[in-house]
């Protein structure tokens, strides 16, 4: 199936996919990344790595595998987070398509060439896939996360089936652009730095014709590795989260109004204030300012074990106040 892909490709000249990937101190895995990215069936690529003025080996790691390769280092003298460093790629890159990755995840080796061939028969759609978690640098702990929004759908239904939970998983390594439609809506937001995916793929995908499902393509997302940005609990990282979900939404919610629009907007809010209380109140705050003119949420505080018992009798708050308190003491 995936070497037919790749057969009808080359008889349409071969477009060249460029994936990007912002790094910083990624010594660990961004060796495992490139590989990932070399061994794909589909060999039209450039690779483009941009170091955001890392300081460890990660440097040297991409100049040995680019040797004689397609693969690229762009290093940035100034550390200006992800965003600013997908956006150098960018502007760097030559391919007709765009995939921006992350630089510890993997991607399955049919990922490009089944996204293409969709990507060739859909120019104005951005293509999705599937994804998955591993732990522990094992790729034998990886499962999928099987999402509702696995298919071929207008944007604005996808959005909703994405959001309908109250979380949209929006890994930059899940998607296909084709270039018009990055032109089209935009560069990264550099003010941004967690879930900055969340904002630019919102205002992406609502410039899209429709979002494609790829049911062949795997971002393998790899989870545990504490020098993320998601893994960021700051002050800092959780405006950036408040930004872009406000920006996102507002957005959404210019295109669609309806009663179901409004009730996901509304979950992401409530999980995003269950997240930062009671540690980010003044957010919190924010938060409840959109909830009140929006349906009431229907997501549920997340917990389980002796949280769970304790949930109905002293309300979502004190308890989350409790969980604080014990992950406190045993750090």
């Known amino acids: 199936m995936v070497l037919q892909a790749c057969m009808e490709i080359d008889s349409l000249n071969a477009p060249l996919v460029s994936i990007i990937i912002p790094v910083f101190n990624g010594e660990k895995y961004i060796g495992d990344t490139i590989r990932s990215v070399l061994s794909q069936s589909y060999q039209q690529i450039e690779v483009i790595v941009i170091s955001d003025n890392s300081k460890d080996d990660t440097d040297k790691i991409v100049q040995d595998i680019a040797k004689g390769g397609p693969v690229r280092?762009?290093?940035?003298?100034?550390?200006?987070?992800?965003?600013?460093?997908?956006?150098?790629?960018?502007?760097?890159?030559?391919?007709?398509?765009?995939k921006f990755l992350d630089g510890d995840d993997l991607l399955n080796d049919?990922?490009?060439?089944?996204?293409?061939k969709l990507g060739l028969k859909n120019p104005d759609s951005i293509i999705s896939g599937k994804w998955g978690r591993f732990y522990d640098n094992n790729l034998s702990t990886f499962n999928l996360s099987i999402e509702k929004c696995w298919q071929t759908l207008e944007p604005t239904k996808w959005i909703c089936t994405s959001w309908e939970n109250g979380q949209s998983m929006t890994n930059p390594g899940i998607f296909l652009i084709p270039r018009q439609l990055v032109e089209k809506a935009g560069l990264w937001d550099e003010s941004?730095?967690?879930?900055?995916?969340?904002?630019?793929?919102?205002?992406?995908?609502?410039?899209?014709?429709?979002?494609?499902?790829?049911?062949?393509?795997?971002?393998?997302?790899?989870?545990?590795?504490?020098?993320?940005?998601?893994?960021?609990?700051?002050?800092?990282?959780y405006r950036s989260a408040y930004k872009s979900l406000n920006k996102g939404i507002d957005r959404f919610l210019k295109t669609r109004t309806d009663?179901?629009?409004?009730?996901?907007?509304?979950?992401?809010?409530?999980?995003?204030?269950?997240?930062?209380?009671?540690?980010?109140?003044?957010?919190?705050?924010?938060?409840?300012?959109?909830?009140?003119?929006?349906?009431?949420?229907?997501?549920?505080?997340?917990?389980?074990?002796?949280?769970?018992?304790?949930?109905?009798?002293?309300?979502?708050?004190?308890?989350?106040?409790?969980?604080?308190?014990?992950?406190?003491?045993?750090t």
């Open 73 to 98: 280092l762009i290093r940035n003298e100034k550390k200006e987070g992800a965003a600013a460093s997908r956006n150098v790629g960018y502007k760097n890159a030559k391919g007709q398509f765009i």
């Open 110 to 116: 049919e990922a490009i060439a089944a996204q293409l």
């Open 192 to 237: 941004l730095s967690l879930i900055d995916d969340f904002e630019y793929f919102t205002r992406t995908i609502l410039e899209a014709k429709s979002v494609v499902f790829c049911p062949d393509s795997i971002l393998y997302y790899r989870s545990g590795n504490g020098n993320t940005l998601s893994s960021a609990k700051s002050e800092q990282a």
């Open 259 to 330: 009663l179901k629009a409004k009730q996901v907007c509304a979950n992401l809010w409530k999980l995003f204030i269950y997240e930062i209380y009671p540690h980010q109140q003044d957010l919190a705050a924010q938060a409840n300012v959109h909830l009140s003119s929006l349906p009431a949420p229907t997501v549920k505080f997340p917990t389980g074990g002796l949280s769970e018992l304790l949930l109905p009798f002293l309300g979502w708050k004190i308890v989350k106040t409790l969980q604080r308190i014990r992950s406190t003491l045993l």
